[in-house]
Each structure stands twice: as C-alpha cells, then as structure tokens.
C-alpha cells in the first residue's frame, strides 16, 4: 500500500506524534516502527497478516510504501493506516492526549 499525506505542523513534531503512534502500534498490534532519523521501517504481523515497509517523512510531507497482504487491503488495512496518520497529525489533539492511548 503507497500512502501520501501532507501536514503544516514542524518537522520535530510530526515525528513526535508519529513516535507516539509507532509506540500505540507496537503496544496494540506487535507491529514495530524504527525510526532512523526520518525513515522508519514497519515490520510485523496482525491476526497473521504480514507488514513490511517504509515510511519518509520530509517537511510538510509523509509517504509510505508497506508492502501488506491481499487480505489485509481487502479487509480495509489501507484506510485504517490512512485513519490513523491523519488523527496523529491532527494538531487538534495534545501529545498528552496521543500518549494517553498507548495501551
């Protein structure tokens, strides 16, 4: 799945809110993002369905390129990716608040 999306807030913060959700995915799912300055390689299983990818963030920019299973586009993986890159960069919601989610 290739995902491209935009922000407007700095560089530091976006990577602190895709830092909180790499820590909710790794405490929900097992699905682990590590960073190396603003790459970050997705790896891991959800309900036996392989992810393996990137994701590059540049000012004002995200793209990611995560290699997924056929069932997991069919059961709506991309969209639910998609959702949850749009509600971490919202800047309507505190890091507090995105902390707090962490299972």
Same mark, same amino acid.
């Given at each position: 799945?290739?995902?491209d999306r935009s922000f407007?807030? %700095?560089? #530091? !913060?976006?990577? !602190?809110?895709?830092?909180?959700l790499s820590d909710y995915w790794l405490a929900k799912y097992g699905v682990s993002v590590t960073w190396d300055g603003q790459t970050g390689r997705v790896m891991g299983k959800v309900r036996g369905v392989k992810f393996d990818g990137q994701i590059r963030?540049?000012?004002?920019?995200?793209?990611? #390129?995560i290699q997924a299973g056929f069932l997991a586009e069919r059961l709506g993986g991309k969209k639910?990716? !998609?959702g949850k890159l749009d509600d971490?960069?919202? %800047?309507a919601h505190t890091m507090e608040e995105l902390r707090a989610r962490v299972p």
């Open positions: 799945m290739k995902i407007t807030m %700095p560089m #530091d !913060e976006a990577m !602190e809110r895709l830092g909180a963030v540049e000012p004002g920019r995200l793209t990611a #390129d639910y990716v !998609e971490y960069l919202n %800047p």
